[in-house]
């Protein structure tokens, strides 16, 4: 157990991985780089604000009342109009071609019986491929019918009014959401993959036991092989943390200093856990498979990209077996909500708790596969 | 001087029902090279993996340099330098990145490292690859880097395991001749090898055979053993133009106990009585072509291994 603890020779593998880790400058690009390049691609793919949504007209009518609502169509946020077409027959088309994802129809005398008050209806077509865009472009065609109305006979008169008020993301803008979630994510995939081939590497390599024979005790090693790692991590954060607040213009509403020092926690867990995977695995193929074994369901129920809230109850569960789950807790916290030590203890604790636990049974683990 | 430096009783070594080491007893003198040997999957490397601390035993025990193995791990590791089998540093470090990271490994100070560094760059000869990446270096090259690296820390035992395989003539002359150096300033080397001619260079040998130790002692001593060529016989050399011929000719004689083709001679071991005249009228050659042999180490190697086989 003494040995367990022993942190000689720390200093001589922190200066060997510096030197491992500089002699290939691409590798350390790649590093850095990767992650920030994930969050790019996959902050503009995962995009649940449904906007420009592209949709085609066949207006059969062409009174006034028609082009208001066209115009109101065009206005929108929600519309992009990018056919107009001839007849019915093309407006499903279109539709089915996947040219459009949503297609009005405003009938013959359409305006003759609005102004006469005979409730014309205007036929409305949504592709229900993606359920999201569906309902968003199903909900904003219903709003969309007071506009020619309004615009005619300039009545605003309505019996009540809703004035609901959004807290913390008022625009809605889904990448607030969002994008601190795949910060974690990038980070914990890279942060994993880097350590998962430390100890496994040597071993495959020959070179273990000839660390071995020296007095570089268990703790040494483990903490001299994490800590370049974890430079090399702040590297990775503060590239995607810049990418966060200048290519997706989300405001970091808490404090910055807090937000760093948890991240850099939460690097060396996940440092730690590729480290642990490091000294469980034989080969470097193993160790692969087992970093993608907890990265996959980790996208799943971390609440990455899938609100936790929203997760049947064993998932949810299953969420706080992953350090990443606490992760995004407090990166949501900190970004969006501005949140400070006093709400987020109950994420901070268990990460950091976790960090030791998973240090510990590294060395241990270490410990029992090297003197056999 | 005289102490041992290497004690092993009746170290043994089981994983589950195989026993890898079986009850091996030697010791090394200090200040000597001692030859382990033995065929591939004899033992060989996990009787050094023990000594180094690397491998726990299942019972007996070892001492290296007065320490217990087990119990003082921590004093047997700064006493010991190890070269591994095949290359085992790191090859995208330079040589004197490797050498400074052992140094630091040792918990060396600045000033020692560089003075030591010096020093064993010195000894064996890698100053005008100190910038090289240790990949690129010849496997020549990459043996003496390791056995600097080894030294670097100034151990009083050092284990070397197969440090000559696959190295060019030249290079494990070289490197057997820095191994005497060395050796006479006062450090032991504990060397695994399957070369008979670095075996011969040896102050002592134990020759490893499935766990167990079926010879140790000099090489005269081994040689001379009663095992190797027994009371009743008698060894001869027999120089032929033909070796296959002639090795096929041995094996119609009735007296024949055993036949080894060494290049192109022939180790003959037949009843006593024979006479080199007589022996060579049956297979057919000079009898000035024929004479009594001293058996080679390797002769001993190969009688005790089918002496074992047998039993």
């Known amino acids: 157990m003494s040995e367990l603890f022993d942190f000689s020779g720390m200093g001589a593998v922190v200066y060997k991985e510096l030197r491992q ?30 906007e420009h949504v592209p949709c085609a007209v066949y207006n059969e009518d062409r009174g006034p009342a028609a082009q208001a609502f ?47 008050g005979r409730d014309p209806a205007v036929g409305a077509f949504v592709d229900g491929s993606d359920s999201a865009i569906a309902q968003v472009a199903y909900g904003s065609a219903i709003t969309l019918s007071g506009i020619p109305l309004r615009n005619l006979t300039a009545a605003t008169v309505t019996p009540f009014e809703v004035r609901p008020v959004v807290l913390f993301n008022p625009a809605m803008r889904s990448a607030n959401f969002f994008v601190p979630g795949l910060i974690g994510l990038v980070l914990q995939n890279i942060t994993i993959m880097l350590t998962a081939l430390a100890i496994v590497g040597e071993r495959e390599r020959g070179t273990l036991d000839q660390l071995l024979v020296t007095p570089i005790g268990t703790a040494g090693l483990m903490l001299g092989k994490l800590i370049p790692y974890v430079l090399v991590a702040a590297l990775q954060f503060t590239a995607v943390l810049l990418g966060l607040r200048f290519v997706f213009g989300v405001p970091i509403a808490g404090n910055i200093v807090l937000l760093a020092v948890l991240s850099l926690s939460f690097l060396m867990v996940s440092l730690g856990l590729g480290l642990l995977i490091s000294t469980i695995a034989q080969t470097q193929i193993q160790a692969q ?7 996959l369901p980790s996208v799943l129920v971390s609440g990455a990209v899938f609100e936790r809230s929203l997760m049947p109850l064993p998932m949810q569960i299953f969420g706080y077996v992953i350090p990443l789950t606490y992760y995004i807790e407090i990166l949501r916290g900190i970004v969006i909500r501005g949140a400070g030590v006093a709400q987020l203890w109950p994420s901070i604790l268990p990460m950091l708790g976790y960090g030791v636990l998973i240090f510990v049974m590294a060395s241990i683990r270490f410990a029992r596969s090297t003197r056999g | 001087m005289n102490d041992p430096s290497i004690v092993l009783n009746t170290l043994t070594k089981a994983y589950g029902d195989r026993v890898v080491v079986d009850n091996v007893n030697f010791s090394v003198a200090a200040g000597t090279i001692f030859g382990y040997l033995g065929p591939n999957g004899s033992g060989k490397t996990t009787t050094i993996k023990m000594l180094c601390g690397l491998v726990r035993p299942t019972s007996g025990d070892a ?26 540093l790191y090859g995208d470090l330079t040589v004197d990145e490797n050498l400074e990271f052992y140094g630091r490994a040792y918990g060396m100070s600045a000033s020692a490292r560089e003075a ?12 005008e690859y100190m910038q090289y990446l240790s990949a690129n270096l010849s496997g020549g090259w990459q043996r003496r880097l390791a056995l600097a ?20 003539p030249v290079a494990r002359r070289d490197l057997w001749d820095l191994l005497f150096v060395l050796a006479s300033a006062g450090k032991t080397f504990f060397v695994t090898t399957h070369y008979m001619d670095e075996a011969e260079r040896c102050s002592s040998l134990a020759y490893i055979y499935q766990g167990h130790i079926l010879a140790s002692g000099s090489p005269d001593e081994i040689c001379s053993m009663p095992d190797i060529t027994p009371v009743d016989t008698v060894r001869y050399g027999i120089a032929t133009d033909d070796v296959m011929e002639t090795f096929r000719q041995t094996h119609n004689l009735q007296y024949l106990r055993d036949a080894t083709i060494f290049g192109r001679d022939i ?4 009843d006593r009585r024979i006479t080199a005249t007589q022996l060579a009228r049956d297979v057919g050659v000079d009898a000035s072509r024929v004479e009594p042999v001293r058996p080679s180490l390797e002769d001993a190697f190969v009688a005790l291994t089918r002496k074992a086989d047998a039993a």
Not at chain 1, 32 to 44: K, N, R
Not at chain 1, 74 to 103: C, E, H, Q, Y
Not at chain 1, 289 to 295: D, P, Q, S, Y
């Open chain 1, 21 to 50: 880790i500089l002699r290939s400058p691409f590798t350390l690009a790649l590093a850095i780089g990767v992650p920030l390049l994930q969050l790019l691609l996959l902050g503009y793919a995962i995009n649940t604000t449904v």
């Open chain 2, 116 to 127: 030591r560094k010096r020093q064993v760059v010195e000894t064996v000869g890698i100053g």
């Open chain 2, 149 to 168: 690296c080894a030294l670097l820390h100034d151990p009083t035992v050092v284990f070397l395991d197969e440090p000559t395989a696959g190295i060019d």
């Open chain 1, 289 to 295: 498979l087992m970093a993608i074994f907890i990265l």
């Open chain 2, 63 to 88: 001492h290296v340099a007065g320490f217990d193995v087990e119990t003082q791990a921590n004093q047997v590791r700064r006493a010991i330098g190890y070269m591994a089998q095949g290359f085992s």
């Open chain 1, 70 to 116: 066209i115009d109101g169509l065009a206005g929108s946020r929600t519309f992009d109009v990018v056919m107009n077409v001839s007849n019915r027959r093309d407006l499903i088309g279109a539709i089915v071609a996947g040219k459009v994802r949503a297609a009005f129809d405003i009938p013959q005398n359409f305006t003759a019986d609005l102004l006469a």
């Open chain 2, 267 to 270: 180790h003959v071991v037949v």
